[in-house]
């Protein structure tokens, strides 16, 4: 007979490390799963080094069978969110289980956490928010995930719906070949807006990072702002997330738009340094580094990360612009493909455009829901 789970609140550095290093023990014989620096991941769990945890409390557990660690989900209170939104939703995130078993009980020490502070519901997996890795992977696990994209074994749907949870909202990833032509009708509407607004399309400026970081955090804040479950990024949490990653900017992956002056669209690309980090397993030795760092030439596909359009211009028909004008910057670089990611599954504005572009909605993240 197996020894019962007991669910332990993470205490110490010791257990930290075990935290973050359980995600690479579990997912280790997935082929298309890519580790991640284990340094950022301890620093993204670390208060000290991220500003999310300024307005949100967050427990981070351990499932141990004996003397074994058989998963780890982390509890998380995100007071911001729930001013934002006028909700009473507890969050998990960091979700790793063995079996339905180990699954089932750090899903249901976590509901008790939410309880305890009065929450009426507990959404997920939230990594820890929207802002940052969100959704669990239900469709598209033959290939490999992007740059700060989630990853998971295909079970962990039916151990997740078992205790309860059901569908709140669909993410989608779409996926373009940057050698394909651009159709006509999408060009043509490029064209048009361009001729009749006073648009100015530009490269964004890597010696002014912290101008253009700023700005960009405005702006997507405003285009943003009614999307579903969206939190404004603090000028800390944003700032730390430009901050690590850019070292692997490349101003070519970035176009923004703007009308006297005043930057009211914006597309940023990342290139996706997944394909550098698989085989790592995200530990950074002289050698992993060496590794990394001459794989890097050989990354050919980016991310956009970033679309977004001021509420007020969205009637102009950006979209099709920044799509083309992102095409044309990319043409003559080493990038072949282009994933659009994430996309809330009910965002006609972007989800018609890249479907429009010819674009394959190729992965599907789901967010739970359960009431308490």
């Known amino acids: ?43 993204r769990l670390m208060p000290a080094k991220n500003p ?9 557990l351990l499932a141990w069978r004996g003397d074994r660690i058989v998963g780890r989900i982390a509890a998380i209170d995100d007071h911001l969110h729930n001013r934002t939104h006028g909700d009473n939703v507890g969050m998990f995130g960091f979700f790793e289980a063995e079996d339905r078993d180990a699954a089932l009980a750090l899903l249901a020490e976590v509901e008790r956490w939410a309880r305890a502070r009065g929450r009426a519901a507990v959404r997920g997996p939230v990594n820890p928010s929207l802002n940052e890795s969100a959704g669990l992977l239900i469709d598209g696990f033959d290939t490999n995930p992007m740059l700060l994209m989630p990853h998971n074994p295909r079970e962990y749907s039916s151990h997740i ?16 070949d940057l050698h394909s032509g651009v159709p006509p009708v999408v060009q043509k509407l490029a064209e048009r807006v361009r001729d009749r607004e006073r648009i100015v399309v530009r490269r964004l400026e890597i ?10 955090r405005a702006l997507y804040s ?38 006297d002056g005043r930057m009211v669209a914006c597309a940023v690309a990342l290139p996706d340094i997944n394909q550098a980090l698989k085989g790592t397993d995200g530990r950074l030795f002289p050698r992993a580094l060496i590794r990394l760092l001459l794989r890097n030439r050989y990354i050919d596909q980016v991310r956009l990360l970033l679309l977004g359009i001021l509420p007020e211009y969205r009637p102009c028909g950006l979209y099709p612009l920044l799509l083309v004008e992102l095409q044309r910057q990319l043409r003559a670089t080493p990038y ?10 009910d965002n006609r504005d972007i989800n018609q455009p890249a479907e429009l572009a010819g674009a394959q909605c190729y992965k599907r993240y789901r967010i739970y829901e359960k009431a308490l």
């Not at 010696?207 to 960009?216: G, N, S, T, Y």
């Not at 405003?222 to 850019?246: H, I, M, S, Y």
Request: overall charge neutral; hydrophobic content about 45%.
């Open 1 to 43: 007979m197996r020894p019962a789970i007991a669910v332990r609140a993470v205490s110490g550095r010791r257990d930290l490390r075990r935290f973050v290093d359980y995600a690479y023990e579990r997912n280790a014989d997935d082929l298309h799963w890519v580790p991640p620096l284990r340094m950022s991941e301890r620093e």
């Open 52 to 60: 999310f945890f300024a307005h949100a409390e967050v427990a981070l």
């Open 161 to 176: 719906e078992s205790a309860g949870y059901a569908k709140a909202k669909d993410l989608f990833a779409w996926l373009y």
């Open 207 to 216: 010696a002014e990072f912290a101008r253009e970081v700023e700005r960009i």
């Open 222 to 259: 405003a285009a943003w702002a009614n999307n579903w479950g969206f939190v404004p990024p603090t000028g800390d949490e944003f700032g730390r997330l430009a901050r690590e990653l850019k070292p692997i900017f490349d101003p070519r992956c970035a176009v923004c738009a703007e009308v």
């Open 336 to 345: 072949r493909r282009v994933e659009f990611s994430w996309v809330l599954e």
